[in-house]
C-alpha cells in the first residue's frame, strides 16, 4: 500500500470516528432535552411554606410524566406548579411547591384550625400545627382545577388557595418524587 493510499485510509477513518461522535453527541443532547423538557426536572424550594416536609434551598426531583401524561393529580401529592396569574410572579422563579389538599368537586372548610375536606377532617400526618389563620367558608372545587396547601400551617407561613383559591390544574409541572440535595436529605416522597 502506498503511503498516499495509507493517509487517504487513516484520514477516512478519522472522519468516520468524527462523525460518530458527533452524532452520538447530537443524540444525546436531543435525549436530555427530551427528559428536561417531558421527563424529570430539579426544582429548588424556596421559603418555609412547606414545613416540615420540605425545607427552604432543598433540590426535590419532580415527574413531569405523572402529572401530564400518566393520570390526574391526587389530593395528598406534593406537586411543582405554576404561579397562578397575578401573584408576585418573579421572573426568576415563576415556580411554587404546594400539596394538593382537594381536587375537582371536593368542599374545602376550614373550621376552628381544621382542614374539612367534604365534610371530614383531612388525615394530615404532613404538618406540625393546625391552621393558625382561623376559617374559611366552604368552597366547592371547580371542574379542572385543584385546591392547594403548604404543609407548613402557621399564620401567614403560606400563600395558597386560601388567598388565591383553587387552580387550574394545568398549572402543574409536575409531582415531587425525591429530595435530592442535600444528601443527607434524601428520600422519596
Not at 423538557?37 to 427552604?56: C, H, N, R, W
Not at 413531569?64 to 411543582?80: D, M, N, P, S
Request: charged letters at 25%.
Amino acid at each position: 500500500m502506498t503511503t498516499a493510499a495509507t493517509e487517504h485510509n487513516k484520514h477516512h477513518i478519522w472522519n468516520r470516528r468524527l462523525r460518530g461522535s458527533f452524532t452520538l453527541l447530537l443524540v444525546s443532547c436531543i435525549i436530555a432535552v427530551l427528559v428536561y423538557q417531558y421527563g424529570f426536572q430539579l426544582y429548588a424550594v424556596k421559603g418555609i411554606s412547606m414545613e416540615p416536609t420540605l425545607k427552604d434551598g432543598q433540590w426535590v426531583l419532580v415527574n413531569k410524566l405523572a402529572a401530564r401524561y400518566v393520570g390526574k393529580t391526587q389530593r395528598g401529592e406534593i406537586v411543582v406548579l405554576r404561579k397562578p396569574i397575578g401573584e408576585d410572579s418573579e421572573l426568576s422563579f415563576p415556580y411554587i411547591v404546594k400539596r394538593v389538599v382537594a381536587v375537582a368537586g371536593d368542599e374545602v372548610h376550614i373550621r376552628k384550625g381544621i382542614l374539612l375536606i367534604n365534610g371530614k377532617p383531612a388525615v394530615e400526618p404532613y404538618t406540625d400545627s393546625p391552621i393558625l389563620e382561623g376559617r374559611m367558608e366552604p368552597l366547592l372545587v371547580a371542574p379542572e382545577h385543584l385546591f392547594i396547601m403548604g404543609d407548613n400551617r402557621k399564620a401567614y407561613a403560606s400563600k395558597d388557595s386560601r388567598s388565591f383559591g383553587s387552580i387550574p390544574a394545568d398549572l402543574v409541572q409536575g409531582r415531587v418524587e425525591y429530595i435530592v440535595w442535600p444528601p443527607k436529605h434524601w428520600r422519596s416522597l
